[in-house]
């Protein structure tokens, strides 16, 4: 794929076009709020940031490692206490998004990645349909942590 084509999926993995970065809606958010419900609201943001962690980590793992096996399904993609166990574990979750965002985004740039071949170990699978899965996926989970930093009033209006 030409590296126009490369720059253009490296863009709407990083975010920011359409919407703010992903980090925005994560960054300041405060501690003793990570956990909390919102009336008409599923899930806390600690709910959300892990199931972005760990559905990001599966999609990244299956587009390069043949031997990865993905969580069941739907249980193995979100945490299991709404409330994260402490600081530390909110920290290792946001650093390993924001590392395997860039393994992604690495793979993607990579000169050697043909971005429109079937993925070997899967069933019809490209590295671009990952890549924009996982795009899309990471928007749509953004779009509700907004909505929960709101309805919570943590949201820095402008």
Known sequence: ??????????????????????????????????????????????????????????ILEFSRNPKHVSPGFPEGYWPKTPVPPDEAAWEESVQAFQHDLQEMIKLVKNPKTDLCAAIPHGDGQTVLREALLLADHNAYHLGQLIDLRRALGTWPES
């Not at 703010?20 to 609201?41: Q, S, T, W, Y």
């Not at 943001?45 to 599966?58: G, K, P, T």
């Open 1 to 58: 794929m030409k590296k126009k084509n490369k720059r253009i999926t490296k863009k709407n993995l990083k975010g920011g076009g359409a919407h703010v970065h992903f980090m925005d809606a994560i960054d300041g958010f405060p501690e003793a709020k990570r956990g909390a419900f919102v009336e008409g609201l599923r899930h806390t943001v600690w709910q959300l940031m892990e199931h972005v962690r760990i559905a990001q980590r599966d």
